[in-house]
């Protein structure tokens, strides 16, 4: 049993308002350079993992089913702190961060952790160089910056690939990772349920170049399409009727069935017979 203070509590008295820090000055901070990304491959993979969550993506919230806003980038720089060189990588998935209205401001053009509230939820490193380090420096330093889930996709082949090891015992190009206790563990499955997206291999056409792709999946294994893949089996549905309906038309020609314009009022096709007079 808890006894009762011998005096009398007094009010606490309100706490003092302190101003808000004013935001650090990034004026010196250089986030956009003339450096190209690794390869056209690299380049083309980007787009299709960012333009499919936008086409496709729609996370919502468990307890009131709203849609939460997303942020999905590539090849931009990723600031943990001021101090602190940027990272770099390729492609980045933040949940419940909003894409900015705008690009006027500095601030808007790049990935600030303390700007957007948050770090990334997933970053996907693509494998293209000898020294790339995706599994020692950069694996630590997106640890370090608090990232969810890393991910490494090994495309290349050959002996120079710096996770040709890996390849071999794990038979997969894909390695995934997620932070426990400030660092990063191999994580045994590609569906990352807090997020509510998986990583699956695709060995299919992606403009007019058919190889292997990395894809966002959802749970049952299936791609999120992009907007040109939803929009597909509707555009080849109208060329089919298309196709159709001139080959109708070529037909009726054959047999000689002449066709006037359907707008036109009063009038029959050629070889109809008049109606009787009344």
Known sequence: ???????????????????LP????????????????????SEKLQRLLTSALYASFQPKAEDTGELIPFLA?????????LKLPPLMPDVTLSLEVAPPASFERKEDRTYLVWEMGKP??????IVSKRKGEELGRKRKDYARAGVSYYAVYDRTAGVASPLRQL??????????????GGEFV???STWLEDIGLGLTLWQRSFEV???????????????LPTGEEKAAPEQQRAEAERQ???????????????????????LRPANAIAPPAA
């Open 22 to 41: 004013e935001p650090p000055d990034i004026s010196d901070l250089v986030i956009e350079d003339d450096e190209p990304v690794d390869s056209i491959h």
């Open 209 to 223: 170049v058919n190889t292997e792709w990395l894809r966002w999946c959802d749970r049952e294994g299936q791609v």
């Open 244 to 266: 159709r309906a001139e080959a109708l038309l070529e037909l009726l020609r054959s047999h000689g069935k002449g066709l006037r314009p359907a707008n036109a009022k009063g």
């Open 120 to 125: 990334p939820d997933v970053v996907i490193e």
């Open 186 to 188: 191999p994580f045994e």
């Open 73 to 81: 980038t590539a090849n931009i720089g990723l600031f943990s702190a």
């Open 1 to 19: 049993m808890v006894s009762a203070p011998s005096s009398p509590v007094q009010p606490s008295m309100p706490e003092a308002a302190f101003p």
């Open 167 to 180: 390849r071999e015992l794990q038979g997969s190009p894909l390695a995934l990772f997620q932070r426990r």
